[in-house]
């Protein structure tokens, strides 16, 4: 799969309304044995290092955690009718790793609120192995 399509089909399933078709997204997309990894929010990194903790992250691992995952995403953001997500500057590819950066837009315009990078391992099948996710960047 070209990188601009996998990054579209992957930023696509953020928005998705409907659990079943994010649930059959999520199972075409990631390998069953996936891992979801999220650099947390600088609040939470703060307190983690104020507890002696040098590397904090938050892991998601298998379709059920990542289901949980999608779905609570998109009930903050989407679901409220105030935010999308876009993909944002050129997806690109070297071997099995793809990069692209995400926008969350509000929906009646405006500025960007938000967005990340996305940094994507993928298997022999070309279904992601490992997700890591930079909000902020």
């Known amino acids: 799969m070209h990188a601009r399509d996998l990054a579209s089909r992957y930023v696509a399933l953020w928005n998705e309304p409907d ?3 994010r649930r059959k997204a999520i199972e075409e997309l990631w390998a069953e044995d996936g891992a979801h990894i999220l650099q947390p929010p600088r609040e939470m990194r703060d307190i ?3 507890l002696g903790f040098d590397s904090t992250t ?3 691992r298998g379709y059920d955690a990542f289901e949980v995952r999608v779905t609570r995403s998109y009930e903050e953001f ?3 009718g105030q935010f999308t997500f876009r993909p944002g ?3 690109v590819r070297l071997h099995d790793i793809v990069k692209f950066h995400w926008e969350m837009v509000p929906t ?3 500025a960007v609120a938000g967005g990340g990078l996305e940094i994507l391992v993928l298997d022999e099948d070309g279904r992601i192995k490992t997700d890591y996710m930079f909000p902020g960047l």
């Open 19 to 21: 659990a079943e078709s």
């Open 48 to 50: 983690a290092a104020a």
């Open 58 to 60: 938050l892991e998601a």
């Open 78 to 80: 989407v679901a409220p």
């Open 89 to 91: 500057d050129a997806a």
């Open 108 to 110: 009646d315009g405006g």
